[in-house]
């Protein structure tokens, strides 16, 4: 399971939208992780959707690849990072 305070830790960027940008009823946020020059990137559920059923991260603009677990996010962060020219 992932939580709010391992993104946080692994220093994923905060991303805060108001109600009156997104027209929804309250305000919410959710998290990014850009890779070297932003070619790769992460993005996590929303604050309301983790309300509802927790945290998971996606790759950006493909929802088939999706972390639940932080083990496995930081296995993936470690490797990409690694090979990041």
Request: aromatic letters at 16%; a negative charge.
């Amino acid at each position: 399971m992932i939580e709010q305070d391992d993104l946080i830790k692994l220093k994923f960027k905060r991303v805060d939208v108001t109600a009156e940008e997104s027209g929804y009823a309250t305000d919410w946020y959710y998290y990014t992780y850009d890779f070297g020059k932003g070619a790769l990137s992460l993005i996590s559920s929303d604050s309301t959707e983790a309300n509802n059923i927790g945290w998971y991260v996606e790759v950006f603009d493909d929802s088939s690849i999706t972390f639940t677990t932080v083990e496995e996010l930081v296995k993936f962060i470690a490797i990409v990072e690694k090979n990041t020219i």
